[in-house]
Nanobody, 121 residues
Framework: QVQLVESGGGLVQPGGSLRLSCAASGSIFSIDAMGWYRQAPGKERELVAA???????NYADSVKGRFTISRDNAKNTWYLQMISLKPEDTAVYYC???????????????WGQGTQVTVSS
């Protein structure tokens, strides 16, 4: 079994900062790509940021220059550092990992439970 546990969400004022964490646990052989997505009420889920096993990153245009994704392979954990937060950043944020499980021959995508980020004065 593989589980992804997210933390770090909360309520912040516009211009504030938050750091989200996603910790994967279970019978993990390796983790390839890691990412963060978000979904606002009534909206479709969108990619926010992603990072490959080699460290290359990709960001949505709306968060470039404000959000930074990073990973700690030794801890099977990845992060999303968010600064200069705007009300439009308000959403449920989900982490996603492409993970190879011990005894399995292929990688599968796993999702966290989501953490609420609210940006409001």
């Amino acid at each position: 079994q593989v589980q992804l546990v997210e933390s770090g969400g909360g309520l912040v004022q516009p211009g504030g900062s938050l750091r989200l964490s996603c910790a994967a646990s279970g019978s993990i052989f390796s983790i390839d790509a890691m990412g963060w997505y978000r979904q606002a009420p009534g909206k479709e889920r969108e990619l926010v940021a992603a990072i490959t096993s080699g460290g290359s990153t990709n960001y949505a245009d709306s968060v470039k220059g404000r959000f930074t994704i990073s990973r700690d392979n030794a801890k099977n954990t990845w992060y999303l550092q968010m600064i200069s937060l705007k009300p439009e950043d308000t959403a449920v944020y989900y982490c996603r990992g492409r993970i190879a499980v011990v005894s399995m021959e292929k990688e599968y995508d796993y999702w966290g439970q989501g953490t609420q980020v609210t940006v409001s004065s």
